[in-house]
């Protein structure tokens, strides 16, 4: 049974301007058809929320997912939505093979661009898979004239975590125990947290994310996208996957 039904404002909101802002790209109108044919039917979603998206049975994996489909259609950003039903190939860093990846959301928006958006977990943001899923979902938009996205559950861009970490507190915390154990995991993590104030943990856990993504002799092969883990290692050459364009 469908849990929610997503309400799609007419109109734009001061909402819309911020999912403006989320996605990069160059997106052209496209006819709804288009759209429509990016949803298989046969696919069967992971996840365990259901949401009437306009006849869309939209799939999620957890609350924050549920209220960031709200805010797209509430904002009036969107005008259809759905997700989790289109295959794009992607090739994890470690393996031979590709793997189909299929991105949370495809958005019609209120201009008839087509806009990918996937949502990750703060710490989700470094596992070398994300990276991978990134730079696919960006090549694959860019050739087919959409707008893309990966956010974490703070609707934070992935591009921003690839600045360079202004926290100097965390910092020599993460480069102390990573010359000290070789690597740095959720326990690491956790030892620090405890130290702050609830409200300054996720800051601290992206600042973590970041210095992970930035440093390209670290591999993160967790593939989980639990808020809790990580399993950074240090490893001896650069990883030629961390070598970002954006």
């Known amino acids: 049974m469908r849990e929610l039904v997503l309400k799609f404002h007419n109109g734009l909101t001061k909402e819309a301007d911020q999912w403006e802002e989320v996605f990069s790209g160059v997106g052209s109108p496209r006819p709804f058809q288009e759209f429509l044919a990016l949803h298989d039917p046969k696919v069967v979603p992971t996840g365990k929320l259901h949401i009437d998206s306009n006849g869309f049975d939209l799939v999620l994996n957890d609350l924050a997912e549920v209220q960031i489909a709200k805010s797209l259609a509430s904002s009036g950003f969107a005008k259809a939505i759905h ?5 794009i190939p992607f090739r994890k860093p470690w393996a031979n093979n590709p793997s189909p990846y299929y991105p949370d ?9 087509i806009a990918f ?7 989700g943001m470094c596992q070398d898979e994300t990276i991978a899923k990134y730079t696919h979902l960006a090549a694959f938009c860019k050739r087919r004239g959409y707008l893309y996205g990966m956010i974490d ?3 934070i861009p992935f591009e921003l975590y690839l600045w360079p970490n202004d926290d100097a507190h965390a910092k020599a ?3 102390a125990t990573l010359s000290s154990c070789g690597g740095f995991n959720q326990n690491h993590i956790a030892e620090y947290l405890c130290k702050l104030p609830p409200a300054k943990r996720n800051a601290a856990r992206r600042s973590f994310a970041s210095l992970i993504l930035l440093n390209p002799c670290i591999e993160n092969r967790y593939c989980h996208d639990d808020p809790r883990l990580c399993n950074a290692v240090k490893v001896p050459t650069k990883l030629p996957y961390k070598a970002f364009t954006i």
């Open 153 to 155: 559950v703070e609707r």
């Open 105 to 113: 959301f495809i958005v019609y928006t209120y201009d008839s661009r």
């Open 173 to 175: 915390y993460f480069e």
């Open 117 to 123: 958006l996937e949502v990750k977990s703060i710490l």
């Open 83 to 87: 997700g989790q039903t289109f295959a």
